[in-house]
């Protein structure tokens, strides 16, 4: 009799969770639940500013879509990513609702949603398993590893990309079940808009063949015939508008130890997600995490095998291709973004989905997956703060990667900005431990001594710079305000001129060497270098105008 109560109580509950449409409603509720927050975040400054604030008046114009297409990623300040989708998306934003950055956080939020239920839909059909399935998309909805796909604006590349390569391979393998043109068609519509999102789409044939050859041997030649010359015709026109856009510039590959590290970093975070950053760097990714990790996974494949191998092949095949391109650096420095695991994510849980032990220890791995699912919302969340202002993105970036000197150098800039020079100084100090060439601390922690008024600690630090980074027009500049400040106007004048040839546009330069000028009674250069600078756009300052005149008459 007891056995049978509680056989209804679980026949209950498993109706409640997984009956039809109540699963994608569960997974949908969960996931916005996690992410509603961030409805009430702002930028971060990194990169949000560049895309949409600094290029709003383009954005918010409907006419300018086809622009998009014809762009790079920064409209023409980037030279390095060809990404016109976000673009788009981001145009979608303004246009529909102007400068409320909710709105922005809100299509991330359903992008990430989007993907979520393609996830169990995809598992689900794969595997034949519709709770092992709900729980895998779970995971996927809460694992605070791809929170930055969610909470940081730009972070949507990736779940934009997993929403176009999710549904691609769903409309392919109906597609290959079915035959039918429509499935095709919108299936390269789908893998076209991939393109047009990230490069790392560029994969997919050889990724989404391998699945095939998994699911159904050579029983479907015509149908991968058909594919393989929609993917090449479609992935050749994307080639030849990208080359139109962008130089041609080869890819610069990290080091080997960067690399080794950066993977064992991102294997590390999928089972122990503790040392989450909004800017990871590989020498500050601990090695033990990634390695636990994987004895777990060796262990969670190896107690009770493998249910379809062909199948686990396919999701490993997907995870290590799709997670390649970390390989390569975008920045100057080696950057393991976390949010590059949104799309290698599915082959993991494909993986997952064939460990037979999961299923023979049912009630053992169903009792983790809720403590887990507990632990990874919680830190989801919290993760998330970290993204919702500058100060709370940069906060993260130094405290977890000490190694950052853009960490450094933003938060430092912060606290100059905000009127505390005595923090500032503190945090480029910091950050001259970890990267003691650096010019830009350099600059920044004499830009906090010059606030503070200790000249002969900042001068040394100016100089320093300034031979390491000759060719920046603002250590030239910094250090002849020092000089400035310091009554050296001969030197001063010197270095304003310097700074004046490697930014002969910049007005503010040009003001600060007919200042110099002027107090060393250069008159005629005084007033030259002021209407340069009013040729060059400045508005006409009475105050400088009248000293200058009252020079010239004594």
């Excluded at 498993?14 to 992410?35: E, N």
């Excluded at 996830?119 to 895998?136: N, P, Q, Y």
């Excluded at 799709?322 to 494909?350: C, K, Q, S, W």
Aim: aromatic share 14%; hydrophobic share 50%; glycine share 8%.
């Amino acid at each position: 009799m007891k056995n049978k109560k509680s056989s209804e109580i679980k026949n209950r509950i498993s109706s409640v969770f997984l009956d039809g449409w109540r699963s994608y409603v569960w997974l949908a509720v969960v996931g916005f639940a996690v992410y509603a927050q961030t409805l009430f975040f702002g930028l971060s400054g990194y990169d949000d500013t560049l895309l949409i604030t600094r290029h709003y008046y383009l954005i918010k114009d409907l006419t300018k879509i086809p622009s998009a297409f014809l762009n790079d990623v920064a409209w023409g300040h980037s030279q390095q990513f060809y990404r016109p989708m976000l673009t788009v998306s981001f145009m979608f934003n303004a246009i529909l609702g102007g400068k409320n950055v909710w709105f922005f956080h809100l299509s991330n939020i359903l992008m990430h949603l989007g993907s979520v239920l393609l996830v169990f839909w995809l598992l689900k059909r794969l595997t034949g398993e519709r709770g092992s399935a709900f729980i895998l998309s779970l995971i996927f909805a809460v694992h605070p590893a791809l929170s930055p796909a969610v909470a940081w604006l730009p972070g949507r590349n990736d779940s934009l990309l997993g929403l176009f390569i999710l549904g691609a391979f769903g409309t392919m393998l109906e597609y290959v079940r079915k035959g039918k043109w429509r499935w095709y068609a919108l299936h390269m519509t789908l893998f076209i808009f991939a393109l047009l999102t990230k490069e790392t789409a560029v994969a997919i044939p050889a990724v989404f063949l391998a699945l095939l050859i998994a699911l159904h041997g050579r029983q479907r030649l015509r149908q991968c015939i058909y594919l393989a010359a929609g993917w090449l015709a479609s992935g050749a026109g994307y080639f030849i508008l990208r080359s139109s856009v962008l130089p041609p510039t080869p890819p610069l590959m990290n080091t080997a130890s960067e690399n080794a590290a950066g993977l064992l970093g991102y294997i590390g975070k999928l089972i122990f997600p503790v040392n989450l950053s909004v800017m990871p760097l590989p020498q500050d990714s601990p090695y033990f995490y990634g390695i636990a990790a994987l004895a777990l996974f060796v262990i969670l494949f190896t107690l009770k095998g493998i249910r379809n191998k062909k199948i686990f092949i396919a999701g490993l095949f997907w995870f290590a291709v799709f997670l390649g391109p970390t390989i390569f650096r975008i920045t100057d420095f080696a950057n393991m973004l976390e949010h590059r695991l949104y799309v290698p994510m599915f082959g993991l849980l494909l993986m997952l989905s064939q460990a037979e032990a999961i299923y023979h220890f049912k009630k053992i791995f169903l009792s983790l997956a809720v403590f887990l699912l507990i632990l990874f919302g919680t830190f989801a969340v919290s993760h998330s703060r970290d993204f919702k202002d500058p100060l709370s993105f940069w906060q993260n970036a130094a405290d977890t990667s000490p190694h950052c000197a853009l960490a450094h150098r933003s938060l430092g800039l912060m606290h100059l900005n905000g009127g505390h020079p005595e923090m500032a100084a503190s945090r480029f100090g910091q950050g001259l431990k970890n990267n003691p060439g650096d010019p830009g601390l350099m600059n920044g922690l004499a830009l906090a001594y010059l606030n503070m008024n200790k000249f002969d600690l900042a001068v040394p630090l100016l100089e320093k710079a300034a031979v390491i980074d000759s060719g920046n027009a603002f250590c030239h500049e910094n250090l002849g305000t020092a000089y400035l400040k310091i009554g050296r106007l001969h030197p001063a004048v010197q270095e304003f001129r310097r700074a004046h040839i490697l930014r002969p546009e910049d007005t503010g330069i040009l003001i600060n060497l007919s200042y110099a000028q002027y107090l060393l009674k250069n008159t005629d250069s005084a007033a030259h270098y002021y209407s340069q600078a009013l040729k060059q756009g400045l508005a006409p300052d009475p105050k400088i105008e009248k000293m200058l005149r009252n020079s010239i008459e004594k």
